[in-house]
């Protein structure tokens, strides 16, 4: 239902999908989406939170800092990712409270996973490295001008993202 209802919104925008689309789309009744998640903003934000739950649940490899910052960068980078992140910026004015929720769901979900791996848990230090994360690689997937990076691109990106903050080994920030 989920995958049926992200198609729809990436394809359509938000305002112009409706409920009777999605259950057509993803051959269920209108009961079916009720019981699991409601209307369409429901719909919406549990597909942001599928993607993070994709994100930060699965296991990371080694565990660094390093290893989540380029989980982050390959994720946030990913088709359905830029594909909900267009939208949610089209939509936003028209539908704050959907906005209110990407960003609770999404990039503040994914600062907060960033900071409880850093020392002392610095917030401020967390929402710089999501701000290079992202950055202009991602400013260009939004545009169309780049295709998604490669695991090893994701990888680099992640490593001079921590560089430029002065974090040393994925683990520690340094003095």
């Known amino acids: 239902m989920l ?9 359509g925008g938000f305002r112009q999908v409706t409920l009777d689309d999605i259950v057509a789309e993803a051959r269920v009744t209108k009961r079916t989406i009720y019981s ?8 919406f934000l549990a597909a942001v939170e599928r993607r993070r739950n994709r994100t930060l649940g699965q296991p990371i490899q080694g565990g660094s800092l390093e290893d989540l910052a380029s989980t982050i960068v390959s994720a946030l980078h990913s088709d359905e990712a830029i594909g909900l992140h267009r939208l949610m910026v089209t939509e936003a004015h028209s539908f704050p409270d959907l906005a209110e929720g990407f960003y609770r769901d999404g990039p503040q ?13 610095d917030l401020d230090l967390a929402r710089s490295l999501f701000t290079l994360l992202l950055g202009e690689s991602h400013r260009q997937r939004l545009l169309s001008l780049r295709s998604a990076p490669t695991h ?24």
Not at 3 to 11: G, H, M, Y
Not at 36 to 43: E, H, L, P, W
Request: charged share 25%; proline share 2%.
């Open 36 to 43: 699991y998640f409601g209307d369409r903003t429901d719909i």
């Open 109 to 121: 979900a994914y600062i907060e996973a960033l900071s409880a791996r850093l020392p002392e848990h």
């Open 152 to 175: 090893e691109e994701a990888a680099t990106q992640a490593r001079t993202a921590l560089r430029h903050l002065g974090i040393s080994d994925g683990n520690d920030a340094a003095n």
């Open 3 to 11: 995958d049926a209802a992200v198609r729809l919104f990436v394809a």
